[in-house]
């Protein structure tokens, strides 16, 4: 890589440091090309993002950025999973290192807040964004239905007692 690309390397990253709500970092070493493109599409089926990344352009994109608190996770084979979603990268990252021992997550920032491990567990437990939006919508739903079915109903035990009261006549 010359140094032209280095640099757009390191703004093109700090353009997503600047852009996402969480960052993962992980160590990616033993993963095969399969394993890593199977995270990859799984991630990008979630709305998030992997990238194996060069630690010292990493740090240097990091600057300024208000997950610079990450610097010291960056030794060795890191890659990061990142999202604008809260939860979506952690969700499909710490999934996949639970199937797969050769990921192993590191630790990892929400908004320029540290999380280490357990952080991100407890974040990946949480539902995802547009499982919150369907429970919210399935809650607003509700008590229309249930109007809707109260406001029925008279009209149709009306409509059963005269039925019956007609059929008693015959």
């Known amino acids: 890589m010359d140094k032209s690309q280095k640099a757009a390397w390191v703004s093109s990253l700090k353009q997503v440091f600047e852009e996402t709500t969480l960052v993962v970092v992980t160590h990616y070493s033993g993963l095969t090309v399969a394993e890593i493109t199977e995270l990859r599409s799984q991630l990008r089926v979630a709305g998030a993002s992997f990238k194996v990344t060069k630690n010292r352009l990493t740090k240097l994109a990091l600057a300024g950025t208000g997950f610079e608190g990450l610097n010291d996770l960056f ?14 990268a952690a969700k499909v990252a710490v999934k996949f290192a639970k199937d797969n021992d050769k990921l192993i997550i590191l ?8 999380l280490d491990v357990s ?9 995802s964004l547009d499982e919150l939006r369907a429970k919210l919508v399935g809650m607003i739903s509700t008590p229309a239905t249930r109007i809707v079915g109260v406001l029925n109903a008279p009209g149709s035990k009306l409509a059963r007692v005269v039925g019956a009261r007609g059929a008693q006549s015959e």
């Open 75 to 88: 030794s060795g084979p890191t890659a990061i999973a990142y999202s604008h979603d809260p939860v979506a």
């Open 107 to 114: 630790g990892g920032s929400f908004q320029g807040e540290a």
């Open 119 to 127: 952080g991100l567990n407890n974040l990946a437990k949480l539902p």
